[in-house]
C-alpha cells in the first residue's frame, strides 16, 4: 500500500514561488511514477506534471511549462514540485499522484495511489 502526503502549499503574490512535498509511504520508492495534478474550483482536475518513469525525464503541462520544476530525492521518499512566476490562473488544489505502471502520464485514471491535496492561492 502506498500513501501520499502533499504540502506546502499556502497564499503567495502573483510573481511568487512556492514549493509543494509529496512525501510517500512507499517500499519501493524508487520505482513509483508520480505526477501532479490540480483542481481550480469549478473545474475538473488536470495534468500539471509528471516523472516519465522512477527519475527519468519530466513532462510538463503546457501551461506550467517553463515556470515550474519537478524533482525528486528518493533516499527522502519525497518528489518536489518547484512552482515560479505564480499566476492567479494557478490557484487550485494540487494532488500528488503514483503508480508503477509507466505511460499515460496525463491520465488521472492511471494513477492508483493519491494524496489528500494542498491549497495554492495566487493573489493578483
Known amino acids: 500500500q502506498v500513501q501520499l502526503v502533499e504540502s506546502g502549499g499556502g497564499l503567495v503574490q502573483a510573481g511568487g514561488s512556492l514549493t509543494l512535498f509529496c512525501a510517500a509511504s512507499?517500499?519501493?520508492?524508487?520505482?513509483?511514477?508520480v505526477g501532479w495534478f490540480r483542481q481550480a474550483p469549478g473545474k475538473e482536475r488536470e495534468f500539471v506534471a509528471a516523472f516519465n518513469w522512477s527519475g527519468g525525464a519530466t513532462y510538463y503541462a503546457d501551461s506550467v511549462k517553463g515556470r515550474f520544476t519537478l524533482s525528486r530525492d528518493n533516499a527522502k521518499n519525497t518528489v518536489y514540485l518547484q512552482m515560479n512566476s505564480l499566476k492567479p490562473e494557478d490557484t487550485a488544489v494540487y494532488y500528488c499522484?503514483?503508480?508503477?505502471?509507466?505511460?499515460?502520464?496525463?491520465?488521472?485514471?492511471?494513477?492508483?495511489?493519491w494524496g489528500q491535496g494542498t491549497q495554492v492561492t495566487v493573489s493578483s
Open positions: 512507499a517500499r519501493t520508492f524508487n520505482s513509483l511514477l
Open positions: 499522484a503514483g503508480k508503477y505502471v509507466i505511460g499515460a502520464l496525463a491520465q488521472q485514471r492511471s494513477y492508483r495511489y
